[in-house]
């Protein structure tokens, strides 16, 4: 293609309110532009890079034997009333009425239309399994929309469903889309892991996410680099039962006594009156878990991790409890909530942490007061030991007891086993070999097609613009005439420009009639694998190339075009000077 022609709208610079690297890059490569908050089109450059992204995916759905649909953006409301979707959704729901005031919404996933598609078109067991999948735009009004590609409010997803007549189909059906996935990114030239995960609102029981790991992520990744363990820090597990405390040591312990400790709101507080490090405290906070109040303790330099609260009591929803409720059930206000005596019976859901404890400092369920020496099993009882706190720095691997470390990470895909959540709301069922009337299990699997060309920007740009992988790059070479007036260099430019395009090769001719300087820039800015640049050598027939990644150049006989291409092609992805 010659650039002459295209729309490359290049920008020297954004406003500061651009903050991720790839939101930045795609628009001053002239890749993307807004029309409103989260809303983008994709120019050219952008456009071709994400068809690639798609065959990508494309390919290794079809791999394993899923085929491509496309169902309607507009989605009539009642689909969404008979999961409950409509009322629970939340805010991010893009809600409209038609001409005659029905109601109707703008896709964010498609959970109902493809169950309604298949209620009404597969009945037998002989169709079974069974996996489709579309790649399309979506629609989500996020809260926060301001991350370029990476969070639209419109965006791409690619999204998959499985429907299964048995538990086993289901489990081998993950495991392919699993394995899908894997060699989707990898073959996207990304650093990534898989992650597991919490299903959140889309219900259903094991999950997986699929993150890049880039420092801009939003999401926390508890990574082992000794064992391969890798977990949201929302799910990270800690070596479960730790020893109790011993008896004696309970024996010995003064009976509690009440201090006043007016103004402390803060474990800090506590501490720092009642002169005890964090250690010595017993954290206790009053959660709602679907509407039922729970105490749960952690240790006072522990972090309650909400979702592990809500897995342990088998909930679907855990938030903190309101002033009120925690007045009526301890009587007293949160910084002085504790489990000894409280007004009302709740159940008590105590960390592991708490039982290495031998005496604790506790909130005493009256206003400005504190308990010391409370002891677990004396002064106190705990209805369920669990795994509920927020794994920290220097705490050690669930799986090999090796050091863990932080990262953080973009999520780019996610694979969940949906069961039958949604065939059973929507009375989607299917005939057994007996002609009995089961609802069909299902499995849902999502990547996101638009952030994934954000997503491998964040792991491949320098301080010069983007570094595009070969796979993804929109062209593969960048041919650039320095002077398109001086007839040498534009007949001989002319001919590579054939001769690329005749070996298959994308290739992108600057054609342009602008200063040299300019033209390198807007080339580093784009970030085409491989440069190749026809200027005062034209006379002599050779031509200069540079790879983008390693910076390594040189200059070659345009008559050996045929041979070098396909080796500096195949030098574009490394990263050393060879
Ligand atoms: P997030 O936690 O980032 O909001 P999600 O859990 O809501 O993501 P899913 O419902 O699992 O996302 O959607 C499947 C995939 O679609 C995600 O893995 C992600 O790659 C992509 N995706 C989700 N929301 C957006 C968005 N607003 N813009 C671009 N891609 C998105
Ligand atoms: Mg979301």
């Not at 729901?93 to 493809?114: A, S």
């Not at 289901?170 to 990304?190: K, W």
């Not at 041919?479 to 534009?490: D, G, H, R």
Request: glycine share 8%.
């Amino acid at each position: 293609m010659r650039q002459k022609n295209m729309l490359i709208p290049t920008l020297r610079n954004v406003g500061a309110e651009v903050e991720m690297a790839s939101h930045r890059w795609m628009l001053r490569a002239g890749m993307i532009r807004q029309s409103a908050a989260g809303v983008y089109s994709y120019l050219p450059l952008a456009y071709r890079s994400l068809r690639k992204v798609e065959t990508v995916v494309r390919e290794e759905m079809d791999r394993i034997g899923a085929q491509e649909v496309l169902m309607p953006s507009l989605n009539p409301a009642e689909l969404w009333r008979e999961t409950g979707r409509w009322e629970t959704y939340g805010p991010e729901l893009i809600k409209l009425e038609d001409r005659h005031q029905r109601d109707f919404l703008l896709g964010p996933t498609h959970e109902e239309v493809i169950t309604d598609l298949l209620r009404n078109a597969v009945n037998s067991y002989k169709r079974l399994p069974m996996s489709l999948y579309q790649i399309q735009t979506k629609f989500r009004d996020e809260r926060r929309p301001r991350s370029g590609l990476l969070r639209g409010r419109e965006f791409l997803m690619k999204d998959a469903y499985s429907f299964h007549g048995d538990q086993e189909t289901l489990d081998q059906t993950y495991e392919d889309m699993y394995n899908a996935y894997v060699r989707i990114f990898s073959r996207l030239g990304l650093d990534f892991r898989a992650v597991e995960a919490d299903s959140g609102a889309i219900g259903g029981k094991e999950s997986h996410e699929f993150m890049v790991l880039a420092d801009s992520g939003e999401d926390t990744l508890v990574i082992c680099d000794h064992c391969n363990y890798a977990a949201n820090i929302e799910m990270a597990q800690l070596e479960g039962d730790q020893e109790t405390p011993e008896r004696e040591r309970i024996d010995n312990i003064p009976p509690m006594e009440k201090v006043m400790t007016p103004q402390t709101t803060t474990i800090e507080d506590v501490t720092q009156l009642l002169n005890c490090s964090p250690q010595d405290v017993i954290k206790s906070l009053l959660f709602m878990v679907d509407e039922k109040p729970v105490l749960v303790l952690v240790r006072g330099d522990h972090e309650v991790n909400e979702v592990k609260v809500k897995n342990a009591l088998d909930g679907d929803q855990c938030t903190l409890a309101d002033q009120e409720m925690v007045r009526q059930v301890a009587g007293a206000s949160a910084g002085f909530v504790g489990p000894v005596g409280l007004k009302e019976k709740v159940q008590i859901v105590a960390d592991f942490g708490i039982r290495q404890m031998s005496a604790a400092v506790v909130g005493a369920n009256e206003e400005d007061t504190h308990l010391l020496q409370a002891v677990l099993g004396r002064d106190f009882q705990v209805d369920q030991f669990a795994d509920i706190r927020t794994v920290q720095e220097g705490d050690s691997c669930p799986r090999c007891g090796g050091d863990i470390r932080f990262a953080r990470g973009i999520e780019v895909g996610h694979v969940f086993k949906l069961g039958t959540r949604y065939s059973e709301a929507m009375n989607a069922t299917f005939l057994d070999q007996q002609g009995k009337e089961h609802p069909f299990i299902m499995g849902c699997y999502g990547i996101g097609i638009s952030r994934l060309v954000a997503a491998i920007i964040e792991q491949h740009h320098d301080d010069n613009g983007i570094v595009w992988p070969l796979a993804t790059a929109p062209f593969a070479v960048h041919l650039i005439v320095v002077n398109p007036k001086n007839e040498t260099q534009a007949s001989l430019a002319e001919r590579v420009y054939e001769d690329i395009s005749q070996a298959g090769v994308e290739v992108l001719f600057d054609d342009r009639q602008e200063r040299a300087g300019v033209k390198f820039k807007d080339a580093d800015l784009i970030g085409i694998p491989l440069r190749i640049t026809v200027g005062s050598k034209a006379s002599e027939g050779l031509v200069e190339y540079k790879l983008r990644r390693s910076g390594d150049s040189g200059i070659f006989s345009a008559e050996e075009l045929s041979t070098r291409l396909p080796e500096l092609l195949k030098q574009t992805d490394q990263t050393t000077v060879s």
